[in-house]
């Protein structure tokens, strides 16, 4: 039988770091978190996962993952894959940007397109990025003596390293643009193949919807409120559904309109209650999906009272 992937949130502290090696090192499914996240691998071999696309790991390889992103790591069986991750809040990074008017998290979030979120180190620039990941853990071993001044030396350290992985990104998007789109951008190895993960999402995202149905219930919205991709959103709810979103919306305002207009609700009420744009814009919608109007509907049930 096929194993079903998962998706998972899962909390961390607000700064997590870990150096070292793990053996036989699978996650169990995709997971989320609010915290920013980098890693560097030090060993080949690892499957790195991000949304849609799929990394094979080399040592060397620096990822970027910002907080919306689901993601899952695994390895071969019997191998040790050495790394360094560092996990931190995006607030860090926002305040601090005001302080010193600069976009630190400009490679977590207003993303170049096409964007991997894998930057390849060697050399100098690999040396340099571990140097800036051991004095950030030397920050966070020197925590129990003097708690004030190492979590401040801690988040100048971290800026460091987040401003020259900057530069270093910003050089590698620069060399590329010369080259052929094919050499560049590296389409995705697997795709989702209907997921659990999105099945699950999807039946929460249909509660969210009946409670909220009062609500505008634009499709941004919904999709930053549970961290799902517009895209993958729209796809897969449609074929667990069947409707794409925004008529499984639609039908659910609707249901509701016709439940106030039987309680006695004028149109007004009613278009004012599940938010839509006018009176106008909800008689079009209501006609278009009943093929009578709501004072129509609203009459034909009053006189099955009667």
């Not at 998972?8 to 996650?27: P, Q, V």
């Not at 995006?90 to 930057?119: C, G, I, T």
């Not at 992985?165 to 995705?188: G, L």
């Amino acid at each position: 039988m096929e194993m079903k992937e998962r998706v998972f949130f899962e909390e961390f502290d607000s700064l997590y770091y870990f150096h070292g090696g793990s053996e036989n090192w699978a996650m169990q499914g995709f997971h989320f978190h609010n915290q920013y996240e980098i890693i560097l691998f030090l060993t080949d071999g690892a499957l790195m996962e991000v949304g849609n696309r799929t990394y094979h790991v080399r040592s060397g390889d620096l990822f970027l993952i910002n907080n919306k992103e689901y993601h899952r790591t695994s390895g071969a069986a019997g191998k040790t894959y050495y790394r360094y991750v560092l996990m931190f809040e995006p607030e860090l990074l926002s305040q601090m940007a005001e302080v010193f008017h600069y976009d630190f998290s400009r490679f977590f979030e207003n993303r170049p397109d096409p964007f991997l979120h894998r930057l390849h180190l060697c050399g100098e620039n690999l040396q340099k990025v571990e140097k800036l990941f051991e004095k950030i853990e030397q920050g966070i071993h020197s925590q129990n003596r003097d708690r004030a001044e190492s979590t401040v030396r801690i988040k100048l350290s971290i800026l460091e390293l987040i401003a020259s992985i900057n530069e270093m990104y910003q050089f590698f998007m620069e060399r590329e643009k010369n080259k052929p789109t094919q050499e560049f951008v590296e389409k995705p190895e697997e795709e989702f193949k209907d997921p659990v993960l999105y099945r699950d999402r999807i039946e929460q995202l249909k509660k969210y919807i009946a409670s909220h149905v009062e609500e505008r219930l634009d499709l941004n919205e919904i999709s930053s409120r549970f961290y799902m991709n517009r895209y993958y959103l729209s796809h897969y709810f449609k074929k667990e559904t069947g409707f794409s979103l925004t008529q499984y919306v639609a039908n659910q305002k609707i249901i509701a309109a016709k439940a106030l207009l039987k309680e006695g609700h004028s149109v007004t009420d009613v278009a004012l209650a599940l938010s839509y744009n006018s009176d106008s814009h909800f008689i079009s919608v209501f006609k278009k999906m009943t093929g009578i109007t709501p004072k129509k509907y609203a009459q034909s049930k009053e006189s099955k009272k009667e």
